[in-house]
């Protein structure tokens, strides 16, 4: 069974930093580019970021360059999204997802798999 299961979301206060993970099981990991993409209450679901499938090219929404780091350890199947000085409106559920095809698109139907999100709740 294809999953990927996010963890390490919480509530932070505004300037603090968190790193989530996405744990892959029931897939060649290593095969998959794979993008975070986060949605807001009210809002449509964003892209954030991704990664090549070795790790060599990573790619940011405007809005977390120089905050957000996306990383992968495809011995452990994980990718990772680590956030640093948070803020408010990054509040949203965070999803990771995997693409098979693409490597660095922010079109959320590029990815074919997908989890079920960590809430990431940032306060002021």
């Known amino acids: 069974q294809v999953q990927l299961v996010e963890s390490g979301g919480g509530l932070v206060q505004a300037g603090v930093s968190l790193r989530l993970s996405c744990a892959a099981s029931?897939?060649?990991?290593?095969?998959?580019?794979m993008g975070w993409f986060r949605q807001a209450p009210g809002k449509e679901r964003e892209y954030v970021a991704a990664i090549s499938r070795s790790g060599a090219d990573t790619y940011y929404a405007d809005s977390v360059k120089g905050r957000f780091t996306i990383s992968r350890d495809n011995a452990k199947n994980t990718v990772y999204l680590q956030m640093n000085s948070l803020k408010p409106e990054d509040t949203a559920v965070y999803y990771c997802a995997a693409s098979r095809l693409y490597s660095g698109s922010y079109r959320s139907n590029d990815y074919n798999v997908w989890g079920q999100g960590t809430q990431v709740t940032v306060s002021s």
């Open positions: 029931g897939l060649t990991f290593s095969a998959y580019n």
